[in-house]
């Protein structure tokens, strides 16, 4: 059995980071304060060799001690959440809402923390430097200065390195499926502020110290005995110093800040490549709440809708070739008729139906069409003009009239669309060749079209009847024509032909039609159907269809 148990988080390389940034603080401040030019400092040096060192022996302990204290403070709802991950607490949901809140907002606290810490105990410093060594309150207040760069170093650099422990070993325990930015509470820090932070870090800083120590010199500069020479070379020294100390700093920072930039870009990069062969399985991974972590979040979203609309994708090709398997295969061959048909779908399934309904002894037999529009288009009316299919076959190998069979049809498929108020007209066509005779019925379907070419005449079937699924109790009238002779024209069609549109929002009407069959009364069913829809493309000029369509033409030949 595969153990899914997510990782155990190791809190303490937090504490070690933040320990290394107090160091490295401490640190440099005291290799400035060996090469700055201030008599105090030497003074100060002086003090400390001959005994002074025991009060940084007993301060600095109580100070570090007091920042593991205050960091164990803040850390703690992270190590609570993982004690309780486990158990069965009812505030579990809770707990861990706090600490990812904690987690995110960690960098930032820390650092604060650290600022404020220096701050505050330099503050604390002065009033005994003051005692036990005879400064003045402008060293003092430089004294006090030199402390909060200390807090301002060691804020800037356990920034990025708690940063960056918490996206590596952390984030990825609390934020197992990212979504940092649904946690409410926090303080995002952007990529535009993380850029000014290592500016301040690698630029600033070392600046401030600069123009604070050469106004403290300038300041004691009266009464002070000392060759210009000698005065530049120790400002030169501690120049060097001062940049040779902030330029690795500032570099190890911009490694830092740089890969928490071109880390998630390299992961999008890479999820994009993945998109582009077919792969939607590829993920993001989230590491912050920043604009990076909302646009991975974003493409993480993208390629689960990608999966989905793949999958989609497939279960309407399925459908398709299921709905497609319904309709006619091939055109009948009935003595003394000419039949084609075609039907096109403006999406993967659609709404319109036809059929034809055939006796085993078709060759000398009454030849049914019934063609039927689905109100809409898409998968529901698929489904509903499956449905339809369904029923007009098995009722229409019963016995009784073609009203009957359409009444009954309409009560079936009143009591499926109730709820979803969909409908569906239908023209249900018989053609009887050897009596010369068609019977129909008209479910609110546009009417068939009969064309007489002895006549040059067109003539609608029209007829009473509303849609099916409307009203279970609905009348269908049925209706009769006879005299049927050689070289007449049937066609039946939907509206998605006549009523669409082109660019310039023209109807393409049944005018075109008329004119179609008019001018090629002598050829097949087959090249009038194929001539009307070359017309119709034509009229679109490229313009995708937007409803489905269906026509079927039938041509009184020779028996």
Known sequence: MVDTKPPTPQFAGLYLRNLAANLIGNMLIALLNIFTPIEFFRDW?????????????????????????????????????????????????????????????????????????????????IPVLLIISDIGMITGAYVFFRGAI??????????????????????????????????????????????????????????????????????????????????????????????????PIALSLNVLVGKSILTPISSMMAVVDSVYRGDFKQRVVVDSNDQLGLLSEGMNDMTRGLIERERMRRSLNLAKEVQQALLPGTDPEIKGLDIASTTVYCDETGGDYYDFLIPE????????????DVSGHGVSSALLMATARAFIRQRSGLPGSISDIVSDVNRLLARDVAESGGFMTLFYLVVDPSNRNLRWVRAGHDPAIVYDGASDSFEELRGAGMALGVDADAYFEENQKNNLTRSQIILLGTDGIWEARNSRDQMFGKEPIFRIIRANRQAGAREILTACFNAFHKFLEGRAPEDDLTMIVIKIIDD
């Open 150 to 247: 200390i807090g301002l170093i060691a804020a800037f650099i356990s920034f990025f390195l708690i940063d960056d422990y918490c996206r590596k070993n952390l984030i990825p325990v609390f934020f197992p499926d990212g979504r940092l930015s649904a946690i409410g509470g926090t303080r995002r820090v952007s990529i535009l502020r993380r850029i000014r932070v290592l500016y301040l870090a690698g630029t600033g800083a070392p600046a401030l110290i600069l123009m604070g120590t050469l106004a403290l010199v300038l300041g004691e500069m009266d009464g002070i005995a000392i060759t210009a020479k000698d005065f530049a070379g120790e400002i030169f020294w501690f120049i060097l110093v001062l940049y040779a100390v902030f330029i």
């Open 45 to 125: 040096q002086d003090f400390f060799w001959q005994g002074g060192y025991w009060l940084l022996v007993v301060l600095l302990p109580v100070v570090f001690a007091t920042a593991i204290i205050l960091q164990y403070l803040i850390q703690r709802p992270l190590v609570v959440s993982r004690e309780q991950a486990s158990s069965e607490n009812p505030d579990n949901a809770r707990i861990l809402n706090q600490a990812r809140r904690r987690l995110l907002n960690l960098p930032l606290l820390l650092g604060l923390i650290n600022l404020v810490l220096w701050t505050g105990v330099t503050f604390i410093f």
């Open 361 to 372: 002894d078709a060759w000398d037999s009454i030849f049914t069409a019934v063609v039927g």
